[in-house]
């Protein structure tokens, strides 16, 4: 099992930025890829980014690419959402999740371990 827990979130306005941190427990972090989702009320869960167990590799949606940026630090068990330039549409409740695959992936089902969530709000 393991256990993730995110924060950061809150209320900025439109071209602020925002970083969140989802602190992991249990088995070993470096074992996984790492990813963030966000949902915002009455959307499905989107995949935001992802990055693998080395940060050798990251994967972003086209939505975030170029304002966010993904990072993990394995000895502090801990990965990273840094968002810049936030505008409204990024408003949602942020997830991290944790894969046992090989290399980072958009596809929500594959992931094994789900946070609480952190919501983001920006306003206009």
């Known amino acids: 099992q393991v256990q993730l827990v995110e924060s950061g979130g809150g209320l900025v306005q439109a071209g602020d930025s925002l970083r969140l941190s989802c602190a992991a427990s249990?088995?070993?972090?470096?074992?996984?890829?790492m990813g963030w989702f966000r949902q915002a009320p009455g959307k499905e869960r989107e995949f935001v980014a992802a990055i693998s167990r080395t940060s050798s590799s990251t994967l972003y949606a086209d939505s975030v690419k170029g304002r966010f940026t993904i990072s993990r630090d394995n000895a502090k068990n801990t990965v990273y959402l840094q968002m810049n330039n936030l505008m409204a549409e990024d408003t949602a409740v942020y997830y991290c999740?944790?894969?046992?695959?090989?290399?980072?992936?958009?596809?929500?089902?594959?992931?094994?371990?789900w946070g609480q969530g952190t919501q983001v709000t920006v306003s206009s």
């Open positions: 249990g088995r070993t972090f470096s074992n996984y890829v």
């Open positions: 999740a944790a894969d046992r695959g090989a290399i980072p992936t958009m596809t929500g089902a594959r992931y094994d371990y």
